[in-house]
């Protein structure tokens, strides 16, 4: 599902050139659950943000599907992101005025889903994950956990090929951290292949393999 | 289409959970809206002059210039004969024509039964008038409503002084206490919008002989004369018969002094300032600079929006990155920021019609209009409402719109968006504009403030307090004679004088001759019939020679006086030169025997002209006799009156008793400047506002950014007054560069407006020195009190911002 080969990410300012990816080379299967792992500064976050097309490499090649994406334009990238990609964040990002549903909902409209199409997908992912009694809620109005869970929602309802997750128990108990996994680990049952930063090896123990990274490269041993 | 109602929805929670920051943005825009919603209602109406007329488009109103060498005057009327005349003469030319005389008489009295009342707006007029013009007649036919002699047609609000709720048509009213008037029909009040109103019209023929006489006389124009071109003919085609015209019938001194011209029916409201208009006129210079003042703060109100939302950016970044993150591309961002923008302008709208209803009473006041809440309700005002608040949304959301929707998802996700650096110059140089918009807008409030308390204040060259004036008319001569002969036994009257026409108005000219003339030509000047104590009455000073003379063996009303101009025009360069010198009229001749020193006779608009001061023949005396003027003595005005209107019940009964103070009258000539200094002040004022809103906002947006590097600085040693003066020291620059801008653009404005007055206040730097330290005190004041917060934040929790 995705091919890198030596992909680079440079920031540069006047003064000084700040290497976030070095030349990395791998591939990630259809279905598979992969962690990248590393210390903080390493580039993972970087690497997620590139994968999901929110960011573009300096240099290297991206085939997403077999398809060449890093010299995309930003409206091609937007739309492989409607379609094919989900995100789950640490910090959640859920938008503050739009209750539970709407939230779920969002990138749906995006894509032009018709409306009782749309009711019915919510509904479905709404019960699944036990929020149905919430959906009314604006975000404010709930724990961490249920955040995450709508964020996590949020990310499937467009049955899309890809979850990319940064650290989606950062900021979660481990009682609510293990949810999330097992949540995770369902989907990804279900045929999702999953891309997840953590630093933490239990959430890695999900997993089938680990990317361990350092300094913007990948690295073979652990730390 | 869903997008659009989620757009929407967002738009409206968004509006709902940043409470202060929508109350902010709302009440500036809406208050801009407003106030550009009474201009707009104020220009309309002022343009909507004399348009309710169906043949307004090819009705014209004929005019006279009469002048040699510069002198003479420019007149709104012409003579009696000329308007049968061109019907005569041209018919392939004009299709009808219609007249209004009124003795140039302001007044004239109406009695019914015990009623009676001096009334303005009393014409002669043709027959025809009712078909020419639509005033609208409620009772009565158009064609046959002023067919017979000795009818008049009344408006609906004078009849029912006069009548109550009985049917007025039949009755009969006495003219000026000697003319029986039948009235034969009802017409509706003539709307403000036109440029003379009307309270009967009577028709011509009835006066008989007097009328009969005139119809010969090319020399007195006191005729307002309204013609109607055929359909397809130009003003340019009728005028260009004018000339030959003129050698027709004018008699051989004028042919080459008279000029006829056409003024649009439509445009004399906004551009006509002749001589002897029929009603002062508006001024279509007040409209482009009320214009110009809307359009100002539509400016510093959009500048405060836009402002507002981009210094939002940092807490609208993320939800931007999110929205990309979740598939949104960004011109679905720029639409959704966009019905943002105009969502949140025709919210203003609203409000904007909600705040003008509820000031609409103190703007009529401002403004003296009578606008309504169905006025403000028409159609096209809310429309021309809603399409602004619509635009302004657009135009002020256009550049947030491109900027938020430019955050990079990957970026602003981890709160790397900074609110000062990128395209900060923008924001800085809108919040110039308005600084600068605003410093002109004050620094003219002030000018304008200044030049109409100089035009108020100023000496004219005569004493214009404690004058009071007593319009008389001929037929009134047996009352007001007893009468005036008491008044100057009363211990309270100074003095006392006679004019035929009052300081503060256009004077009619009469023609002369002097030395180095041809014989036969003839210069037209101001003149004035008066009395021996005039110069008395007027405290006016003579420069050589000596006044009018009681005493004087011989009829001295064939001396004149005249003034310090006069004497220039005759080519004198010292008084005592002119004494003696003979002016020729067609009458005879007169003798100048004093030089007045130059007084203020018309407006301080005006530059001082000729005048020439004289005395009626003894058999012309009640002829030239219009006014009484008295000099009071200074106290209290009430009982004087009351004394003065116990003369005349004694008197002169059979009329009412009318008076006015001259200095009344003569600050009545400044209405216009009044109301635009009353405008400019409110709308200044307004603009404050609004730019303190902006302020205030973003002043608490720049304090926010700021919160973290300010808790460093703190950290680091900064004491409270230091962090304060790191953020207002940006604020004072800008708004010094404001003033650096403002300066020649408002003095620019200023000039070219006093250039209107021939009196006028020197431009000093100090109204700008003025409106710039007010700024930079409101800059202080907005700012200070986020600045004051920030300096007090401890400096752990202001690092624990982000």
């Known amino acids: 599902m995705i091919h890198v080969h030596q992909l680079n990410k440079v920031y540069r300012t006047d003064e000084i050139e700040t290497t976030a990816l070095d030349q990395l080379s791998f591939n990630i299967e259809e279905g598979e659950f992969v962690s990248v792992m590393g210390p903080s500064g390493c580039g993972k976050s970087t690497l997620l943000n590139v994968l999901g097309l929110l960011d573009t490499p300096s240099g290297g090649q991206y085939f997403f599907n077999g398809q060449e994406v890093s010299t995309l334009n930003e409206k091609a990238r937007a739309n492989i992101r409607k379609q094919q990609l989900g995100f789950v964040f640490q910090s959640f990002n859920l938008i503050d005025e739009l209750n539970v549903y709407e939230n779920i909902e969002l990138p749906l409209i995006y894509q032009d889903v018709a409306a009782s199409d749309r009711a019915e997908r919510v509904r479905v992912l709404l019960e699944q994950m036990g929020l149905l009694h919430r959906k009314k809620h604006f975000p404010q109005q709930l724990s961490g956990g249920q955040q995450q869970r709508v964020a996590i929602a949020r990310a499937v309802v467009s049955h899309p090929h890809l979850i990319l997750a940064d650290e989606p128990t950062g900021n979660l108990d481990t009682k609510h951290g293990k949810e999330v996994m097992e949540l995770l680990k369902e989907l990804n049952e279900a045929g999702t292949t999953i891309v997840m930063v953590t630093h933490n090896p239990e959430d890695a123990a999900y997993s089938h393999r680990t990317i361990r990274m350092l300094d913007g490269a990948i690295v073979n041993h652990p730390f | ?802």
Not at chain 2, 212 to 238: A, D, E
Not at chain 2, 249 to 257: G, I, T
Not at chain 2, 350 to 371: R, V
Not at chain 2, 739 to 759: R, S
Request: proline share 4%.
């Open chain 2, 1 to 802: 289409m869903k997008l659009f109602f989620n757009y929407l929805l967002f738009a409206w929670r968004n509006l709902r959970r940043q409470r202060l920051y929508s109350l902010i943005n709302l009440a500036g825009l809406a208050s801009g809206l407003a106030c550009a919603l009474f201009i707009f209602l104020y220009i309309s109406h002022e343009r909507s002059y004399d348009n309710f007329h169906r043949q307004a488009g090819q009705m014209y109103r004929l005019t006279n210039q009469l002048s040699l060498d510069g002198q003479g005057e420019n007149s709104s009327s012409c003579v009696l004969p000329a308007a049968p005349a061109i019907l005569n003469d041209y018919p392939h030319l004009v299709k009808s024509a219609v007249r209004f005389f009124n003795y140039q008489d302001a007044e004239h009295t109406l009695r019914y039964e015990d009623k009676m009342f001096n009334e303005t707006s009393l014409f002669f007029t043709d027959s025809n008038v009712f078909e020419q013009f639509d005033f609208p007649l409620l009772k009565g036919e158009s064609s046959t409503v002023l067919s017979r002699p000795g009818t008049i047609v009344l408006t609906q609000s004078t009849a029912r002084k006069y009548f109550g709720d009985a049917d007025p048509v039949g009755k009969r009213v006495k003219f000026d206490g000697v003319i029986d008037l039948e009235v034969s029909g009802v017409m509706a009040d003539l709307p403000e919008n036109a440029h003379f109103h009307i309270n009967g019209l009577i028709p011509f023929f009835y006066q008989g002989g007097f009328y009969r006489n005139m119809l010969n006389n090319w020399v007195w124009n006191p005729c307002w004369t309204y013609i109607v071109l055929q359909p397809g003919v130009t003003s340019t085609q009728f005028l260009a018969e004018m000339p030959a015209f003129v050698q027709k019938y004018y008699p051989e001194h004028l042919k080459p002094q008279i000029v006829h011209e056409l003024q649009a029916l439509r445009d004399i409201h906004l551009t006509s300032s002749l001589d002897y208009e029929i009603e002062p006129n508006g001024d279509g210079a007040l409209l482009y600079i009320l214009g110009a003042i809307g359009l100002f703060i539509l400016i510093i109100a959009g500048i405060n929006f836009t402002n507002l939302a981009t210094s939002r950016a940092m807490y609208r970044a993320r939800e931007v990155g999110l929205r990309k993150v979740l598939g949104a591309d960004r011109s679905m961002l720029i639409q959704q920021f966009l019905l943002e923008s105009a969502l949140t302008g025709l919210l203003s709208s609203l409000f904007a019609l909600i705040l003008a209803w509820l000031t609409l009473p103190y703007f009529n006041e401002l403004a003296s209009k009578d606008f309504t809440w169905q006025i403000l309700t028409a159609p096209q005002n809310l429309g021309w409402l809603a399409g602004i608040g619509l635009l302004i949304g657009l135009v002020a959301g256009l550049y947030p719109a491109f900027y938020l929707s430019s955050f990079e998802p990957a970026l602003v996700l981890k709160g790397k968006v900074s609110n000062r650096g990128g395209h900060s110059w923008i924001r800085k140089s809108l919040v110039v504009a308005q600084f600068t918009v605003s410093v002109v807008l004050i620094a003219l409030t002030l000018l304008v403030g200044n030049q109409l308390k100089y035009l108020l204040d100023s000496s004219l060259g005569f004493d214009r307090e404690q004058v009071l004036v007593v319009p008389v008319r001929g037929p009134m001569a047996a009352s007001y004679i007893p009468f005036f002969e008491q008044v100057k036994q009363e211990d309270f009257v100074v003095s006392t004088t006679v004019m035929n026409d009052v300081f503060g108005k256009s004077h009619n000219t009469h023609e002369f001759n002097y030395e180095g003339m041809n014989p036969g030509e003839w210069k037209y000047f101001p003149c004035l019939y008066v009395d021996e104590n005039f110069l008395a009455t007027f405290k006016l000073q003579l420069l050589a020679g000596r006044n009018f003379d009681k005493t004087y063996v011989r009829d001295d009303s064939l001396a004149v006086l005249i003034n310090e101009v006069m004497m220039k025009e005759l080519g004198f360069s010292k008084p005592e030169d002119a004494l003696g010198k003979r002016l020729y009229t067609p009458f005879g001749h007169e003798r100048i025997v004093g030089v007045l020193k130059k007084f203020n006779y018309v407006s301080l608009t005006k530059p001082i002209g000729p005048m020439v001061f004289d005395l009626p023949a003894p058999n012309q005396k009640i002829l030239w006799t219009r006014n009484l003027v008295l000099r009071l003595k200074a106290g209290e005005l009430r009982p004087m009156l009351m004394q003065l209107e116990k003369l005349w019940q004694a008197h002169a009964n059979e009329y009412p008793f009318q008076w006015y103070m001259l200095d009344d009258k003569l600050d009545q000539q400044y209405r216009a400047q009044e109301v635009l200094s009353k405008l400019t002040n409110s709308f200044a004022v307004l603009a404050i506002f609004i730019a303190v809103l902006g302020l205030f906002a973003l002043a608490s947006f720049t304090a926010a950014s700021r919160t973290r590097e300010m808790g460093i600085r703190k950290v680091l040693g900064a004491s409270a007054w230091q962090i304060s003066w790191l953020v207002l020291r940006d604020f004072m620059s800008l708004a010094g560069l404001a003033v650096l801008i403002a300066l020649p653009l408002g003095w620019y404005a200023a000039e070219k407006w006093l250039a209107g007055f021939a009196f006028r206040i020197s431009v000093t730097p100090w109204p700008f020195v003025w409106s710039a330290l007010l700024l930079l005190l409101i800059v202080l004041l907005t700012s200070w009190y986020h600045l004051y917060k920030l300096s007090k934040t401890n400096p752990v929790t202001a690092l624990r911002h982000d």
